[in-house]
């Protein structure tokens, strides 16, 4: 990382400001883990194929292994241990729990992030299947993930409380 001084770099991650000095180019996947302290993310790739790696950067998913930190200077990221509040899973943490759609767990924060975008907003992509398909999982065959996310999605609410 020659070239470049480090830099004061804010973000709110988890619903809480972080500010450091460090490389601008640093990976944001590691400055997550080894700076921010928060283990959750996982690496997989290293290259952006795989999705173990993903978070929600302002809502969407990114994979955190090929965004620089400097492009995450003031805005808002989520990790998987983000998504519970007050004590309570979030529905898809939750699915996935009971429904069996975690095995080794590499690819399982990534997969529940990518998930929790379509959640959250269902107009960012066609379905489900399109929504984790940047997410690889080498354990399952995605039939328990697939159906844990469903679970999820057929018990969420809308935003005036109705289930859809």
Not at 82 to 101: V, Y
Request: charge should be neutral; charged fraction near 25%; proline fraction near 4%.
């Amino acid at each position: 990382m020659n070239g470049f001084q480090k830099q004061e770099i804010e973000f709110t991650i988890n619903g809480k400001r972080w500010s450091g000095r460090i490389h601008p180019m640093k990976r944001l996947l590691d400055a997550i883990r080894e700076d921010v302290g928060l283990k959750g993310t996982k690496e997989g790739c290293g290259e952006g194929e795989c999705g173990a790696c993903t978070v929600l950067l302002d809502g969407k998913p990114v994979m955190s292994c090929i965004v620089p930190v400097c492009q995450v200077h003031g805005h808002e990221i989520i990790t998987i241990e983000g998504l519970e509040e007050a004590g309570k899973l979030h529905p898809l943490q939750e699915s996935f729990l009971r429904d069996g759609g975690a095995q080794c767990g590499i690819c399982t924060p990534g997969m529940i992030l990518s998930a929790t975008a379509y959640y959250n907003d269902p107009r960012i992509a066609k379905d489900l299947t399109e929504t984790i398909s940047g997410n690889l999982c080498r354990c399952t065959g995605y039939t328990k993930i697939f159906s844990a996310c469903q679970h999820a999605m057929e018990k969420r609410e809308c935003c005036c409380g109705e289930k859809k």
